[in-house]
């Protein structure tokens, strides 16, 4: 048996437009009820990825920092690598004559002579 009866289409509140880039560019696309309930996880993301870029930009400053003390101790270790090399005569008798003064006896009993002859 057919009918005369039809459904009638809901009306909706708010017309259906296409999606289109200037949509999304003027701000309607945000304010719609169907976008606002996904709000916090928007807001989740964008935390997310500042977290990311200044953990990012932190990370960058700490190894330029590391590096900077990296080649300091290097240039210092070198700097006294090549002062310390030798002490001049002068100043290793006074260094001697320093700590015999202060208490210090030199012991020669502990050395030994290797004597080396050619056959």
């Known amino acids: 048996m057919k009918t005369t009866y039809r459904k009638q289409e809901k009306e909706s509140s708010e017309p259906k437009r296409k999606f289109t880039l200037s949509r999304i560019f003027d701000g309607e696309f945000f304010m719609s009820s169907s976008v606002r309930r996904h709000w916090p996880y928007f807001a ?44 001049p005569y002068k100043e290793s ?5 320093i700590i015999e003064e202060k208490g210090f006896v030199k012991d020669d009993k502990s050395r030994y002579k290797i004597v080396v002859k050619e056959e």
């Open 44 to 87: 989740m993301v964008t935390a997310f990825i500042l977290g990311i870029i200044i953990s990012e930009q932190s990370i960058t400053k700490k190894q330029k920092l590391i590096k900077q003390y990296e080649n300091e101790y290097k240039e210092t270790l070198s700097k006294l690598k090549k002062n310390n090399q030798f002490i």
């Open 93 to 97: 008798q006074e260094l001697l004559q």
